[in-house]
């Protein structure tokens, strides 16, 4: 299995950062994690002409959820097959939809905001989470398998309801955050985890309500679950030196290996029982 990290930024884009967005690979399975502002680029970069299998959205804020209407253009194009003499354009039956796991509810939303940007000349390009994407919403608790891989959702800490999500293939796991306060339900999906790819935003534990953690609360929750390693994500900050003090104060607390999330850098996930 294969992380890498397509923008780690909490809020907007900044200093050519993107915003929260991550592919996954296993054998011949590709899928995104979250799709903030900035993501759609990056993505087309490296996703090249290979299929992509999936798209998870952990909640309905902004920066983990604006590109997936461009992602959405983006795969309708490969769907489309223009007539020359017409100029109209009709689906490729062949070319599959996009499976596309959004919260309960979230449906609504994403046909509300394909509607404000209306091609009337061409209706069929409005049509993204139709003719794109195979819309599916979720539930806490449930499993869904994309291709090889097994996705497992729990319910989280957040002002806008945030499901983290388990990934297992091949006997190895990788849990990601979305974002989240302090739960006993964090742990509790990363049990075992190979891998736990953590929100690191306050400086401090949050005491708001909103729902976010630090890098110690991150590191609790990785030694809690006693996963084999913590890549740290989702910063405030675009500055280094603010990315390796988060990096030092998990360290403090998980004593096994801790990394930030590296844009464009991908990392192998390495089961447990080949560290040990």
């Not at 002409?49 to 909640?59: A, E, T």
């Not at 291709?147 to 983290?164: F, W």
């Not at 609790?220 to 280094?240: I, K």
Request: glycine share 10%; hydrophobic share 40%.
């Amino acid at each position: 299995m294969r992380l890498l990290p397509l923008g780690r930024l909490a809020g907007m884009p900044a200093d050519g950062q993107a915003s929260s967005g991550y592919l996954v690979e296993f054998g011949g399975t590709r899928i995104m994690l979250d799709a903030g502002p900035g993501t759609a680029l990056n993505l087309s970069r490296h996703l090249g002409d290979r299929r992509l299998d999936g798209v998870f959205i952990s909640h309905l804020h902004t920066d983990h959820l604006l590109d997936v209407l461009p992602i959405g253009k983006m795969l309708l194009r490969r769907r489309l097959r223009a007539d020359l003499n017409t100029g109209r354009a009709g689906i490729d039956e062949n070319v599959p939809l996009v499976p596309l796991l959004v919260p309960a509810g979230a449906r609504a939303v994403l046909d509300r905001y394909a509607a404000l940007f209306p091609v009337t000349t061409h209706p069929v390009l409005d049509r993204a989470f139709e003719l794109a994407f195979d819309v599916r919403e979720y539930e806490p608790g449930e499993v869904h398998r994309l291709g090889e891989l097994s996705l497992r959702y729990a319910l989280l800490k957040h002002v806008a309801a945030d499901c983290g999500v388990r990934i297992e293939a091949g006997g190895r796991s990788l849990v990601y955050t979305g974002d989240t306060g302090v739960t006993p339900a964090l742990p509790e999906l990363a049990e075992g985890a190979d891998l736990l790819l953590s929100e690191s935003t306050l400086r401090e534990t949050d005491t708001t309500g909103h729902g976010h953690l630090s890098s110690r609360d991150a590191g609790y929750a990785a030694r809690e679950a006693g996963v084999g390693a913590l890549v740290l994500t989702h910063f405030s900050s675009t500055d280094p030196a603010e990315h390796e003090w988060h990096l030092a104060r998990a360290a403090e607390i998980f004593g096994g290996p801790v990394d930030i999330a590296r844009i464009d850098q991908s990392r192998t996930i390495d089961s447990r029982e080949a560290i040990e």
